[in-house]
């Protein structure tokens, strides 16, 4: 008995050991640190549309690869019985003129051509969403380190009141209102909390991973961008370089590809065969020609549709020109706005703001000056730091709404 309860006891350590480490290893996987690049190739890499876009352009590079350089030909035989038998043997081939079979290789590849582009621009604005995404949570972890920060001491300002009014040095008004600044910032903890979690999960969705993990990002935001931009240049880029513009432009190329298809099946295939006859007596050779004649049918409809479609065509390129042109501008105007008021903070004055406040808290707890004073600086402390983690954050994410908008990086702007 002894030795099958040691084993029993063994065995259930053994499981225990087993389910702490894996629930060591989920905890890890559902809070991992991850940096920007991290994400924005997982989100690649997981993401089902482009998943999608990848197989559809499989689809197109077998329609492209499978247009036949000849049709096949046709092989009919017919067999009568009785006193008179006889079979016959036909084997017809057909030859398109026009150049049709070069129009529909045109057409294949144009497709293909679309698909890629539509992989460019899928991953262009999945990357857009992505770095807006990973920028926001950064900004609210620093808000919460802040609002940690923030808490603590308005904690040990709420203590020293309680201890003062106790000794009969304030009143409790006072204590009162030390109070109201620590749940006030409790309040604002427990927002960002909030803001972090949502985050989060708009994160998960855009990286593929599991909505119950709860990443950490890591890697800072990046350095401010030192180059040179002229908003001319970049409007020009942009209308160079953006995927589903040259999608379009491709539209128009597929649309007259599809009109000359239409007008070349006006021409009549020509069918030539041979034909071998048997009957008891005798047997026979010939030759047999057929040629459509176009007489009710002209392909009319197709090639109208298509003439239409150029049309239309047309109206979308010049709307998404103006569409890329817009938003090039408002990215360019949002990013100049917010480099600005960047340039209201710099590092002089966010520490010297850190000091006095750190000489305040000294000075209160000395007793050297009124709490409402303290808290008025606190207070002046909390509202710019927050607001210099909004104009930084705004300017990098004004600067990935204006490398979605370009189609590729800044860097390669000229």
Do not use: C, W
Request: aromatic content about 6%; hydrophobic content about 40%.
């Amino acid at each position: 008995m002894r030795f099958r309860f040691g084993i029993s006891i063994t065995i259930i350590g053994m499981s225990l050991i087993t389910l702490n480490v894996l629930s060591i290893t989920v905890l890890a996987a559902q809070n991992e640190e991850i940096d920007l690049e991290t994400a924005i190739q997982t989100a690649i890499r997981e993401n089902s549309m482009l998943k999608v876009i990848q197989e559809k352009i499989k689809v197109a590079e077998a329609h492209f690869g499978g247009i036949a350089l000849l049709s096949n030909p046709e092989l009919e035989t017919e067999f009568i019985g009785g006193d008179h038998a006889e079979q016959v043997i036909e084997l017809t081939k057909t030859f398109e003129f026009g150049g049709q079979r070069g129009h529909r290789k045109q057409i294949a590849k144009i497709n293909l051509e679309k698909g890629n582009l539509e992989l460019i621009d899928s991953t262009r604005l999945l990357t857009n969403s992505v770095k807006l995404a990973f920028f926001q949570l950064l900004l609210v972890q620093e808000k919460l380190k802040l609002a940690e920060e923030i808490i603590k001491h308005n904690r040990q300002m709420y203590d020293l009141a309680q201890f003062q009014f106790e000794s009969g040095d304030i009143s409790v008004s006072k204590v009162s209102l030390a109070n109201i600044q620590l749940q006030s910032s409790l309040r604002e903890f427990a927002s960002l909390e909030s803001d972090k979690m949502l985050v989060q999960l708009e994160l998960n969705g855009l990286l593929g991973t599991s909505l119950d993990s709860t990443p950490t990002a890591i890697g800072g935001f990046p350095d401010k961008s030192n180059k040179k931009l002229m908003l001319d240049s970049l409007k020009s880029h942009a209308l160079t370089h953006r995927a589903d513009l040259k999608s379009l432009k491709l539209n128009r190329q597929l649309t007259e590809s599809r009109l000359k298809l239409a007008k070349t099946s006006i021409i009549p295939d020509l069918s030539i065969g041979g034909i071998a006859e048997h009957s008891a007596d005798e047997t026979g050779f010939g030759v047999k020609f057929s040629l459509p004649l176009p007489i009710f049918n002209r392909n009319r409809a197709e090639v109208n549709a298509a003439k239409a479609e150029k049309v239309q065509d047309t109206a979308e390129i010049t709307n998404t020109q103006r569409q890329i042109t817009r938003e090039v501008m408002a990215a360019y105007i949002m990013m100049s706005a917010s480099e600005k008021t960047l340039k209201f903070y710099d590092e002089n004055m966010l520490k010297l703001l850190n000091d006095n406040l750190t000489l305040m808290r000294s000075a209160y707890e000395l007793g050297e000056v009124e709490l409402l004073e303290l808290i008025l600086i606190q207070n002046e402390f909390i509202k710019t730091r927050f607001a210099y983690l909004d104009a930084l954050a705004t300017y990098h994410k004004s600067m990935v709404q204006l490398e979605s908008a370009l189609g590729t990086s800044i860097n390669f702007v000229e």
